[in-house]
């Protein structure tokens, strides 16, 4: 199974991923990322993203190529204030992938549907990823999007444990298909949507990035801290297990982080790479989005130290052949399959606690317009 693999637009992380390729036969194939804003954004919010210009985009792009990598620009923001459907706004898209196209970039991943119909009906041959964020999960949805001509789809993370949907998917289209690995969503998470449509905004050019709009990210820290199941139901994918995706058919694993450190993103890509990790499972899929609300504005409150949260990956050997073999029936409230696995995570009780009230606090004043 390939990977395609987030970059932070540090040659640094370009030049690390060559030696990684030398000793792994070429397992990572693709590089993808976007710039802090432009007028379309991306699933991830502006202040998350570095700041670059396009020569040093263009540079980048030529080191990824220089090392046998494509590059993937991602265009994955789902709303656009109905932008989308002014003829300006779409042939100011078109401009704009042609930029793509002059430096250098190879593919384009893509969440709103009349975006992509655009881009396939004015770049016949440019390769389309249709995005996670368009939550494909149903055979249905694949269909929708195999007729919107797109070459890849990257799945809807809920699935990413329903292995007898894997199969009928895999057996139902010839487009290639990517799975997501290390994001640590709640489990069919009710504001997950509604999350991306908040990160979406946040990375476009028009939008006011002063606004504070963190309400999903809080709620999400929140309900997990309350119910620590939610970290094990979470539908990340483990570096051992990733054989069996491959044996499914799956093509790619996606390996997020475009927010992320260079050393943070070498350790976890080496990971994958490997399928193997000794240390802490949450090295990888991270809880930074929990440790930012400690840090988050309250007036008169201090920062809360970031939260450490442990589970030894490899006491989660054989956690996934639960679900391989069909025996999860997703009925979480009568399957319990999960509950057994909670008490192997370590988390300091004192701060779990601080971090609820924290999360509480601010979801009061959120409430009551206080901030």
């Given at each position: 199974m390939?990977?395609?693999?987030?970059?932070?637009?540090?040659?640094?992380?370009?030049?690390q991923?060559?030696?990684?390729?030398?000793?792994s036969?070429?397992?990572?194939?693709?590089?993808?990322?976007?710039?802090?804003?432009?007028?379309?954004?991306?699933?991830r919010p502006?202040?998350a993203?570095?700041?670059?210009?396009w020569?040093?985009?263009?540079?980048?792009?030529?080191l990824?190529?220089?090392?046998?990598?494509k590059?993937?620009?991602v265009?994955?923001?789902?709303?656009?204030?109905?932008?989308?459907?002014?003829?300006?706004f779409?042939q100011q898209l078109?401009?704009?992938?042609?930029?793509?196209?002059?430096?250098?970039v190879?593919?384009?991943?893509?969440?709103?549907?009349i975006?992509?119909?655009?881009?396939?009906e004015?770049?016949?041959?440019?390769y389309?990823?249709?995005?996670?964020?368009?939550?494909?999960?149903?055979?249905?949805?694949?269909?929708?999007?195999?007729?919107?001509?797109v070459?890849?789809?990257?799945l809807?993370?809920?699935?990413?444990?329903?292995?007898?949907?894997?199969?009928?998917?895999r057996?139902?289209?010839?487009?290639e298909?990517?799975?997501?690995?290390n994001?640590?969503?709640?489990?069919?998470?009710p504001?997950?949507?509604?999350?991306?449509?908040?990160d979406?905004?946040?990375?476009?050019?028009?939008?006011?990035?002063?606004?504070?709009?963190n309400?999903?990210?809080?709620?999400?820290s929140n309900v997990?801290?309350?119910?620590?199941?939610?970290?094990?139901r979470?539908?990340?994918?483990?570096?051992?297990?990733?054989?069996f995706?491959?044996?499914v058919g799956?093509?790619?694993?996606?390996?997020?982080?475009?927010?992320?450190?260079?050393k943070?993103?070498?350790?976890?890509i080496n990971?994958?790479?490997?399928?193997?990790?000794?240390?802490?499972l949450?090295?990888?899929?991270?809880?930074?989005?929990?440790s930012?609300?400690?840090?988050?504005?309250?007036?008169?409150?201090q920062?809360?130290k970031?939260l450490?949260?442990?589970?030894?990956?490899?006491?989660l050997?054989?956690?996934?052949?639960?679900?391989?073999?069909?025996?999860?029936?997703?009925?979480?409230?009568s399957?319990?399959y999960?509950?057994?696995?909670?008490?192997?995570?370590?988390?300091?009780?004192?701060?779990?606690?601080n971090?609820?009230?924290?999360?509480d606090?601010?979801?009061?004043?959120?409430?009551?317009n206080?901030?």
């Open positions: 390939k990977l395609t693999v987030a970059t932070n637009w540090d040659n640094i992380l370009i030049e991923i060559g030696l990684v390729n030398n000793n036969k070429n397992l990572i194939v693709e590089v993808f990322g976007s710039e802090k804003t432009d007028f379309l954004g991306s699933a502006a202040d993203l570095p700041k670059v210009s020569s040093q985009i263009k540079n980048h792009i030529d990824c190529h220089k090392h046998n990598l590059f993937n620009y265009i994955n923001a789902p709303s656009y204030h109905l932008k989308e459907f002014e003829i300006g779409r078109v401009r704009f992938v042609s930029e793509l196209i002059s430096v250098g190879d593919l384009v991943t893509v969440a709103n549907p975006l992509i119909e655009t881009i396939r004015n770049f016949p041959n440019i389309i990823c249709a995005s996670t964020v368009c939550k494909i999960d149903t055979l249905r949805r694949i269909d929708w999007y195999t007729e919107l001509k070459n890849r789809i990257i809807e993370t809920d699935i990413n444990r329903d292995f007898k949907l894997l199969k009928k998917i057996s139902r289209t010839k487009v298909l990517e799975v997501l690995g994001l640590q969503c709640i489990l069919q998470c504001n997950n949507t509604y999350d991306y449509v908040c979406g905004f946040r990375s476009q050019s028009s939008c006011n990035q002063n606004v504070f709009y309400y999903p990210k809080i709620k999400c997990k801290l309350k119910n620590p199941v939610e970290f094990i979470s539908p990340w994918i483990r570096p051992e297990d990733t054989q995706y491959e044996e799956i093509d790619f694993l996606k390996v997020a982080g475009r927010e992320a450190p260079t943070w993103l070498v350790n976890t990971a994958y790479v490997n399928s193997s990790y000794i240390g802490n949450f090295d990888l899929v991270g809880n930074q989005v929990i930012s609300v400690g840090s988050l504005p309250l007036d008169k409150e920062k809360l970031p450490l949260i442990y589970l030894d990956n490899k006491k050997n054989g956690f996934l052949n639960y679900f391989v073999n069909g025996k999860c029936t997703f009925d979480c409230d399957c319990k999960c509950h057994r696995w909670v008490k192997k995570m370590v988390i300091t009780d004192q701060e779990r606690k971090y609820i009230q924290r999360s606090l601010l979801l009061e004043k959120i409430r009551k206080e901030i």
